[in-house]
């Protein structure tokens, strides 16, 4: 008993000391927290991040804190600015621009309408209230005197970041972001005028993000990782809007804004990104040259210093940055790749040439390095090439099993992520979901490095152990094992090439097989260099070299007829394998659409097409949890049709039916998109209003109420209803708020009818 317990302790720590450690950077952002930053909130919380052994704080911004003095100083990694980064470029500070979010910046100057100041030249001796740094307000300085002002012109004043100061005409104009003032203007009912720097050709960025050139020569591949997570989730925020904005509203409303506004923002920013045109995150060289000259007009930039090159501060994700020591190392050391070439379609020869995917990689790691002096040994054995590379630094392999990682050596980062696959015989069903196979026997190589995950993620499949792929086909083919787990590739290349017509793929699974090279771990120089170029392979790399091996034709320049007796029954083959694929990919979207229809009719009543009483219950319940949580504003809105009964007995349920679905859509199509509706009922609706408090929600029921009322459905008799309003506090709970609004509606229902109580 002693014995096991001090095995289960070995292979905890074993598991504890192999799990990589997260590396802690921070960004410091340059505002206080809202949809202006979405894409670092979405990658950190969507764990992109973490992906990428990520460890993320997110700085919000304080008052008089310069942030590039922050990323320069080391006391944050990198840094969110504005297009002033190139004055800190002009003036010798070492700032690398990895992207700009905002390919136009939000920064405009906003009058109100009554002001009738429409355009730059009729803001002489007005009062202009605007950030005291220049650099900052360079692109509405340039704006002003393109129109024949000078700056002197202009009574400027300290900005106070208080829209009132505008709105009781304390400033004539001031500078406001696109994505928040013009929302709380309109929201006030206050007619205002924009005058935007790019219209009058100072198009400048905006939310640019940044590091220093330190961080970029000592951590390189830590800046590929953090690009690449980040960019990752600006997609993400920005194609799913309403998603993002409850996040920030849920975890990072330092500002108390309303849900609604952080959508109106997300929505304004995605249209400056320019996510549509692909220009998301796109820093344009010509560009940046013209804002160069623009600041040295403008008297930016030490006068001493010349100009810097474009190329020296803009960060290209594809080049890779050497040391002296690692520039010496490349040129004098030969670095050997041990390979061996009988694991097809990872190595083989074909045509008396090693090739494969390893060794295509390995090629395209060797260009990016320009190592010269690479080269490529045969060894079958795996142990043989393991003690081979503790002994001598300069030597790799790629990873085979767990076996591989040792205190003498190390992995590479993921080369390539490979699919985990399964295959059976042509007649077996697809299957979408692993754990049908709980009871299964299926086949599993044991020497592989995902042997002991699967067996451990999925432990009521029976798993068979083989030594070799051959060895699982041939149970399969005797019905002594359900399927067979492989790498995808392997899969594939084994049932082309050895002409198993009568196997398929039938599935695969959410874990990876990771594809890394082994290196000796006293051989520092060689890991960095090795991830540095691993950094670099894009995905376009990663298809190129999948799409060319999951289908190989051993081809014989010697002997037309053996080639010709392989060439027709794969041709036959892949024609098989193409209708499987269509058949595969029917069954899924039929699947697909069978779990669509079986949510639907969970969760959405039949005839409205509206939430049903069991999904707004539960909406409710999640409202009012966050109601307390956050101490945030919810109310409600209870209505019935009045005199409903009469409209079935009188007319016909046909009409009454009619009148419950057109009053369904006036109802959705007259409520905001954050606010929830579902039927009660029979002729009973219930609204869910969140960031509302009990006199907007009294003014929204009136205003439907006015709308029913009016609205043509098409029967013979007018359509009113009565309503009951309340808000939720503190010491409420599900079944008081419903009981009395529930009561504050049939109070309506016996006093006349066509009213609003609120309660």
């Known amino acids: 008993m002693n014995l096991i317990k001090i095995i289960i302790s070995l292979i905890l720590f074993s598991s504890l000391v192999s799990a990589k450690k997260l590396e802690k950077i921070s960004i410091q952002l340059d505002w206080l927290h809202q949809f202006q930053f979405a894409g670092y909130y979405v990658a950190k919380e969507k764990g992109y991040y973490k992906n990428q052994n990520l460890d993320v704080l997110i700085k919000e911004y304080t008052f008089n804190k310069n942030v590039v003095d922050d990323v320069l100083n080391k006391k944050s990694d990198y840094g969110v600015g504005k297009s002033s980064l190139i004055i800190d470029r002009l003036e010798n500070k070492k700032v690398i621009l990895l992207n700009a979010i905002y390919q136009t910046s939000p920064m405009v100057l906003i009058t109100r309408k009554e002001s009738n100041i429409t355009k ?29 002002l000078e700056l002197e012109d202009i009574n400027f004043q300290k900005h106070s970041f208080n829209l009132d100061d505008l709105i009781d005409g304390k400033t004539d104009a001031m500078g406001c972001y696109l994505s928040n003032e013009p929302y709380i203007l309109e929201k ?18 905006g939310g640019i993000f940044f590091t ?142 090693l090739q494969g995917i390893e060794i295509d990689y390995w090629k395209l790691i060797s260009k990016r390095l320009n190592l010269k002096n690479s080269e490529i040994e045969i060894v079958n054995n795996s142990k043989d090439s393991l003690e081979k590379i503790k002994n001598n630094p300069n030597l790799i392999k790629y990873a085979f099993s767990k076996k591989d990682r040792s205190n003498k050596t190390t992995l590479t980062d993921t080369i390539a992520e490979i699919k985990i696959g399964l295959a059976s015989f042509v007649n ?23 042997y002991q995950q699967i067996k451990n993620n999925y432990p009521k499949i029976k798993f068979v152990e083989v030594k070799n792929t051959e060895e699982g086909i041939l149970l399969l083919k005797e019905k002594k094992v359900y399927a067979i787990v492989n790498k995808i590739p392997s899969l594939n290349y084994t049932i082309s090439n050895k002409g198993l ?70 041709i036959i083959l892949l024609l098989f394998i193409f209708r499987s694929n ?130 043509d459905f098409d029967i013979d008799r007018s359509v009113t209803c009565s309503f009951g309003v309340t808000s939720f506090s503190e010491t409420d709970n599900k079944d008081s708020v419903l009981t ?15 009213d609003i109580k609120v309660v």
Not at 335 to 349: E, H, R, Y
């Open 212 to 353: 220093s050139e330190d961080e970029l020569h000592k951590h390189s591949n830590r800046v590929r990782k953090v690009y690449k997570a980040t960019m990752r989730g600006w997609e993400y925020a920005f194609n799913n809007i309403e998603e993002t904005a409850k996040l920030i509203f849920e975890k990072y409303n330092t500002q108390n804004k309303s849900l609604e506004s952080l959508i109106y923002e997300g929505q304004v920013l995605k249209n400056l990104s320019k996510i549509e045109d692909g220009l998301l995150g796109q820093i344009d060289k010509n560009k940046i040259e013209e804002m160069q000259r623009l600041y040295v007009l403008l008297g930016f930039g030490s006068k001493n210093n010349k100009i810097p090159k474009v190329n020296d501060f803009i960060y290209n994700s594809s080049n890779i940055l050497y040391s002296l020591n690692q520039k010496e190392y490349i040129k004098q050391t030969k670095i050997k790749l041990l390979s061996n070439n009988n694991f097809p379609p990872f190595t083989m020869m074909l045509d008396k040439n």
């Open 582 to 711: 269509r058949l595969m990919n029917k069954e899924i979207k039929r699947r697909e659409e069978i779990e669509l229809q079986l949510n639907k009719v969970a969760n959405i009543d039949s005839l409205t097409n509206i939430y049903n009483r069991r999904k707004i219950t539960s909406i409710f319940d999640n409202e009012i949890n966050r109601s307390k949580r956050y101490k945030r504003e919810l109310s409600i809105i209870f209505f019935d049709i009045d005199n409903f009964k009469m409209i079935n007995d009188d007319l016909s349920h046909k009409d009454g039916d009619k009148v419950l679905i057109n009053l369904s859509i006036l109802i959705k199509n007259s409520i905001r998109k954050t606010d929830f509706f579902g039927r009660w009922g029979g002729e009973e609706f219930i609204i869910i209003l969140p960031e509302t408090n009990k006199e907007k929600a009294e003014v929204i029921a009136n205003m439907l109420k006015e709308k029913i009322s009016k609205f």
């Open 740 to 754: 009395r609004v529930d009561h504050a509606m049939y109070y309506v229902k016996k006093n006349g009818k066509n």
């Open 501 to 570: 017509n009568d196997l398929k793929i039938i599935g695969s699974f959410d874990e990876k097989y990771d594809l890394k090279l082994v290196v000796n771990a006293e051989n520092k120089m060689l890991i960095n260099l090795l991830n540095k170029a691993i950094t670099t392979i894009s995905e376009k790399d990663r298809e190129s070299i999948a799409s060319k091996y999951y289908s190989v034709v051993y081809q014989n320049n010697h002997d037309y007829k053996e080639l010709y007796k392989i060439l027709i029954p794969l």
């Open 188 to 205: 006030r009912d206050i007619l205002y005028n924009i005058l935007n720097p790019s219209d009058y050709g100072f198009d400048f960025y």
């Open 428 to 450: 077996t069903p697809y299957i979408s979901d692993i754990n049908e196979l709980n009871g299964k026997k299926v086949a599993i190589i044991k020497y592989t490095s995902y």
């Open 120 to 148: 730059p030249s009729e803001l002489k001796n007005k009062k202009v209230m605007l950030t005291s740094d220049a650099r900052s307000a360079a692109s509405i300085n340039s704006m002003i005197m393109s129109q024949g």
